[in-house]
């Protein structure tokens, strides 16, 4: 029975990520920024420079101010109408669809988390990235089922000083998540999994099925938690075979490049890297 279970279970979870409209392509993946590279401007500027770098999606974070003008305001799931109708009109604007929220901590407090989840339904976001409360993972099941919105659980690097800190490890976000709904999963950081002296090759396929979303980075180094982001192909993450796994495997996005380096200059960096995913083709067979 379980052979026959497998593929369906692969079936639906694919099926889900036909919210996102093939115009948010970028070459064969849907791909963008996670508006952290941008962290140091705000959201609306966010979105015009993920235009700009050639990216088709963007995922917020909870804490980026809104615009040039009102600095003062921060767009989160606590913001009013006028300010979730504001930021859909830009990326109207900008021709850029929303896909994920986070990375926010959820599963300890119910309403909080309905709140994140009314947040991603009213945004048209399809993802909720977290770094949860895994004794909560009851409650945000039943919220993913209700708004049919996916979880996708987040890595950090590993931390030698905090061993209770496990999700960098792609066999235990597998053990929380494999006999649960198929709409939680997680969100593949491979850049940390870098720093943390794994293969994001490998990762990939142990969470093959369960990827959500990924975080996309290539660094100067392998195995050091202190590497830093260069443009993509030309750094030690294999770019290349990421992406040829992904694509072997049917995933077909979302990439968001999540450029840490050079904050306020990487515009150039981030374009090349999205040009990079855009001219990938797998290997003729």
């Known amino acids: 029975m379980k052979k026959f279970l497998l593929p369906l279970l692969l079936l639906a979870v694919a099926g889900f990520a036909a919210t996102i409209p093939d115009t948010a392509k970028v ?21 015009e420079k993920t235009a700009a770098a050639g990216g088709k999606t963007i995922e917020f974070y909870p804490k980026q101010k809104l615009s040039p003008e009102q600095k003062d305001v921060v767009f ?14 830009k990326l109207a604007e900008q021709g850029i669809t929303a896909v994920g929220y986070g990375v926010i901590k959820i599963g300890t407090d119910a309403a909080a988390d309905r709140k994140v989840f009314e947040f991603c339904k009213t945004m048209g976001i399809g993802i909720v990235i977290t770094e949860p409360d895994v004794s909560g993972l009851d409650g945000i099941e039943s919220l993913v089922k209700e708004f049919d919105i996916k979880m996708a659980i987040h890595n950090h690097p590993k931390r030698p000083l905090d061993r209770s800190y ?15 709904d198929p709409r ?8 940390h999994w870098v720093r943390s002296g794994l293969n994001p090759v490998d990762c990939i396929r142990i969470l093959k099925g369960r990827i959500f979303d990924s975080h996309m980075k290539d660094l100067t180094e392998f195995g050091n938690p202190k590497a830093h982001d260069l443009p993509f192909g030309t750094g030690k993450s294999d770019i290349p075979a990421i992406l040829a796994e992904y694509h072997a495997q049917g995933y077909p996005g979302p990439l968001h490049v999540e450029y840490e380096h050079n904050w306020e200059t990487s515009l150039p960096e981030i374009k090349q890297s999205l040009e990079f995913i855009k001219n990938w083709k797998p290997e003729a067979k």
Not at 28 to 44: K, N
Not at 76 to 89: D, F, R, T
Not at 184 to 191: E, Y
Request: with cysteine; hydrophobic share 45%.
């Open 27 to 47: 070459g064969q993946f849907y791909a963008g920024c996670q508006a952290y590279s941008f962290r140091m401007f705000t959201v609306m500027e966010a979105i």
């Open 76 to 89: 989160n799931h606590e913001s009013p109408p006028e300010v979730i109708a504001a930021v859909k009109a």
């Open 166 to 180: 496990l999700f960098w490890d792609p066999n235990y976000v597998l053990e929380l998540v494999k006999d649960r």
């Open 184 to 191: 939680m999963g997680a969100c593949a950081d491979v850049g």
